[in-house]
């Protein structure tokens, strides 16, 4: 199981077994559930201030393994086990001849069957095994540090944030970017007050995706390479046969099935700034312009205006927040105030409106603020940046406590899945009651907040 490929180098610096009973494991995972849920309240003292942090990773190819070095970085951080789907060098085989002491698996049930000796769990996947791999973590009492998006469904992430609080973990999700100096300063000022209330917000990725986009699944299948458990690696998801270079190990974030598009590999990263200097919560209202989407990829373009209950920090009532993707997408120039004409717009970031001044946050840059000779760039306090992996560890072994935790990072995800949902009925405005779960008034559209699992494969929920 491997999710995206490393991203962002310079801030990342800051064995088979034979397949296990399902049912089996559902019912362990309810026993040590109830169990656990005795004495999670006290968890991160469990492990204690002195005592290594005993870490298990699901996922060790691609972003798994900036994640599993990320956090193994810590002094304090003992590696015991690690899971892959692909055993070659490039996944497994990497991983295990770095921490060699660690128990190797290729199936993360039988990880966690035999996961006494683990403290905590890393959950470096396809988005669409997120929330099954991190529940049943949860279930077990383990702390969680799970890639973004936090799930595929809604429904999965209130399930997420619902076992975090229940059995009292630390989790952590990997927008990484949260921790960064760029990302920190910028909260910062909008805090400080330096461009007054906002009033609006642009956020954009003009990149160009490497993944599938409209297309058909093509037919037939190949060989499945020897070190590939292709039937582990479709997990949750409805059984298709093998395609080289087609879903693992990167191409399936553009499979609806497995991923959520652009809008969900950057919108945790990209609006991260704007949710935690806003102070914003799950949106009220959402309309997508995008073209018709194809039965099982995502569309290459998207642009999802959504409307928040406003803040202390907004200018009104409520917020507007407009999401761009397409290669070169940008916001147009007539709705950024401030922001001067000859300005280039980074490929991907936000920008922030206010009653005094404009704030772009590059994507990833320092961020600027306009009009300029308003806000001379020498007398901008800026704010160091902290390690979001060792963040956690230290958390798990209670020092400290984490800025990306599920509560937070619930209703982030909560928001860039609720587009993925209005790309799907494009020009048509979606109600969304976030206390019900509800799409108020589409109950088309209300049918994509949850989704269908293979039989033998459904999450325990809580």
């Given amino acids: 199981m491997t999710d995206h490929h490393d991203e962002h180098p ?41 005592s290594r942090l005993r870490i298990a990773s699901v996922g060790t190819g691609g972003k798994g393994w900036s994640d599993l070095n990320g956090v193994a970085a810590s002094p304090d951080v003992q590696v015991v086990a690690l899971c892959d789907i692909d055993s070659s060098a490039e996944h497994l085989g990497r991983a295990a001849e770095k921490y060699q002491s660690a128990s190797r698996y290729a199936d993360w049930r039988k990880l966690l069957d035999e996961s006494r000796n683990v403290d905590g769990v890393l959950v470096s996947t396809p988005d669409f095994m997120h929330a099954p791999i991190s529940l049943a973590a ?12 936090l799930a595929h469904s809604v429904h999965e992430v209130r399930q997420m944030q619902r076992a975090a609080a229940k059995y009292k973990l630390v989790t952590q999700m990997c927008n990484q970017i949260q921790s960064h100096t760029a990302y920190r300063t910028a909260v910062h000022w909008v805090h400080e ?36 458990r292709w039937d582990l690696w479709q997990g949750v998801a409805e059984e298709r046969p093998y395609k080289a270079n087609l879903y693992h190990p990167f191409q399936w974030r553009g499979w609806q099935a497995y991923g959520t598009g652009q809008l969900g590999d950057f919108g945790c990263h990209i609006m991260d700034p704007v949710f935690k200097s806003l102070g914003l919560t799950s949106p009220t209202r959402l309309t997508a312009e995008a073209p018709p989407l194809l039965p099982e990829t995502w ?36 709705k950024l105030a ?25 994507h990833v840059a320092m961020p600027r603020l306009f009009p300029e000779d308003r806000f001379p760039a020498a007398e901008q306090e800026t704010i160091d940046g902290v390690n979001h992996y060792t963040q956690w560890a230290d958390a798990c072994r209670g020092n400290g406590e984490t800025t990306s935790h599920f509560d937070y990072a619930g209703p982030l995800t909560e928001t860039v899945l609720l587009g993925t949902i209005g790309i799907r009925f494009p020009d048509q405005e979606l109600h969304w ?23 033998g494969w459904e999450p325990a929920w809580v």
């Fill in 138 to 149: 949860m279930h077990l009492g383990k702390h969680v540090f799970c890639q973004k998006p």
């Fill in 10 to 50: 310079v801030i990342q610096e800051q064995t088979m077994t034979k397949q296990y009973n399902r049912r089996s494991f559902l019912r362990t995972t309810s026993i040590a559930g109830a169990a656990v849920g005795l004495n999670a309240a006290s968890y991160s003292r469990v492990v204690g201030a002195n």
């Fill in 433 to 455: 009651d976030a206390k019900t779960l509800k799409v108020t008034n589409h109950p088309d559209a209300q049918k994509w907040i949850t989704k269908k699992y293979r039989k």
């Fill in 193 to 228: 007050g330096k461009i007054g209330k906002v009033k609006e917000v642009h956020s954009w990725q003009g990149g160009s995706p490497s993944w599938p986009r409209n297309i058909q699944r093509p037919s037939g299948s190949d060989p499945v390479p020897e070190s590939v």
């Fill in 338 to 362: 401030q922001v001067p004409d000859d300005y280039q717009l980074p490929g991907a970031g936000s920008v922030l409106v206010g009653e005094q001044g404009s704030l772009v946050i590059p």
């Fill in 299 to 334: 569309t290459n373009r998207a642009m999802v205006e959504y409307e928040f209950p406003g803040t202390d920090l907004t200018a009104g009532s409520t917020l507007k927040l407009t999401w761009y993707d397409a290669v070169g997408a940008r916001p147009p120039r007539e």
